[in-house]
């Protein structure tokens, strides 16, 4: 099957997990004839079938369920608190005496695996892992397009070898989470454009390009290079659907040459972001710090008060490096705007 079978636009809405990835941002999107994704990773079971329903309310195009593909892990009480102490700066600064530990350190993966088979969605999208040979089939069966994010060639052979109708090809430009699942993470540092023919090269199937793509002409630049279709995060973050809080969009709407950085110390697991205090203090330490999803419910009560306080400087600030020709509009018109660029080339 091809991706324009299912999304005649070749114009993928990349899922932003963090709440700011809204049904309404979705079905905006799919509605034009590009493809929404609603990131579901930090979503219970009840909240993924909650928002499909509102998804489904505002469209019938097809549209993509979006996973992290990943083991919950169990740490050590002793890392736990040392995690917790090295935070302390920061939650102290809050006047509070303890940081709140969660009742768990993320969803259960194999809970939303089958809340996903279940809402039966044209597409789903997985990241930071990669499904078995078995859950790939029982997708299949259930009539959903399945799709692998990579970040350096050898994942994208897994993905084909595995069963995956496409993979989407996450250069190192791309905001958010690394979705490294093979060797380090830090080794994953081709940018879109040296990625894209390596792994064009490598597989038969469809691969899509994301990191750093903005506008129509690096939609097409991607296309011509053999990509079926692009996806763009955070070009998105910055439409009036997503639910940016103000802080954050404000940084990202004025961004201009600040830099961004991959950094460990939000979550345990490399993304990009625009660099702050918060990046800059944790940096010595950073390789020391749990993995993610720990250091990401760790930190998560301190990006919701900073969030709060409108202190960017403690917030996950995450974005790609075109961070700075995001144009805020609504969804679909930021849609029309790329097609309309990519036929005036
Ligand atoms: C705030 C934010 C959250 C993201 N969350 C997810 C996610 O939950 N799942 C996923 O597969 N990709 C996620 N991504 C990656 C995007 O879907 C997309 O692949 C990436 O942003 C492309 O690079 P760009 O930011 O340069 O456009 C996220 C990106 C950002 C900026």
Redesign the pocket.
């Known amino acids: 099957m091809t991706l324009a079978s299912i999304f005649p636009h070749p114009i993928i809405q ?5 709440g ?2 809204t049904p309404a941002q979705v079905a905006a999107v799919s509605n034009t004839g590009a493809l929404g ?1 609603l ?4 979503l219970s079971p009840e909240a993924i079938r909650a928002q499909t329903a509102q998804i489904r309310a505002l469209t019938d195009r097809p549209f993509c369920l ?3 593909a990943q083991e919950t892990p169990k740490p050590s009480a002793a890392e736990v608190e040392q995690a917790k102490e090295w935070l302390k700066p920061y939650w102290s600064s809050f006047g509070w005496t303890e940081l709140p530990t969660p009742a768990k350190w993320c969803e259960d993966f194999s809970a939303q695996f089958e809340t996903l088979i279940a809402l039966r969605p044209a597409v789903a ?4 892992g990669i499904l078995s040979v078995q859950q790939i089939q029982r997708l299949h069966d259930a009539g959903i397009f399945v799709i692998g ?1 990579i970040t350096h060639v050898e994942e994208a052979i897994a993905w084909e070898s595995r069963g995956a109708d496409a993979v ?1 090809a ?2 190192v ?5 690394r ?1 490294t699942f093979i060797g380090a993470q830090e080794d994953a540092k081709l940018g879109v454009f040296e990625l894209l023919p390596a792994v064009i090269a490598a597989v038969n199937i469809p691969v899509i390009a ?5 506008d129509g002409a690096d939609i097409k630049r991607a296309l011509n290079a053999g990509a079926q279709a692009v ?5 998105f ?1 910055v439409t009036d659907e997503a639910t940016v809080n103000p802080a954050y969009r404000q940084r990202l709407l004025t961004a201009g040459d600040h830099p961004t950085r991959l950094t460990r110390a939000f979550s345990g697991r490399y993304a ?2 625009l660099e702050n205090r918060f990046m800059r203090e944790m940096a010595a330490i950073e390789r020391q710090l749990p993995p993610y999803p720990v250091q990401n419910a760790l930190t998560s009560p301190i990006r919701a008060e900073a969030a709060k306080r409108g202190e960017s400087e403690l917030m996950s600030l ?6 700075a020709r995001a144009r805020p509009m609504p969804a679909a018109k930021l849609v029309e705007t790329l097609l309309a660029e990519i036929s005036a080339i």
């Open positions: 990349g899922p932003t997990a963090g700011f990835n994704s990131a579901c990773c930090l979006n996973f992290f999208s997985f990241t930071v994010t989407i996450s250069g430009e791309s905001g958010g989470h979705g994301a990191g750093g793509i903005m996806q763009m995060g955070t070009a973050l990009r972001g995450w974005c790609g490096t075109g961070v």
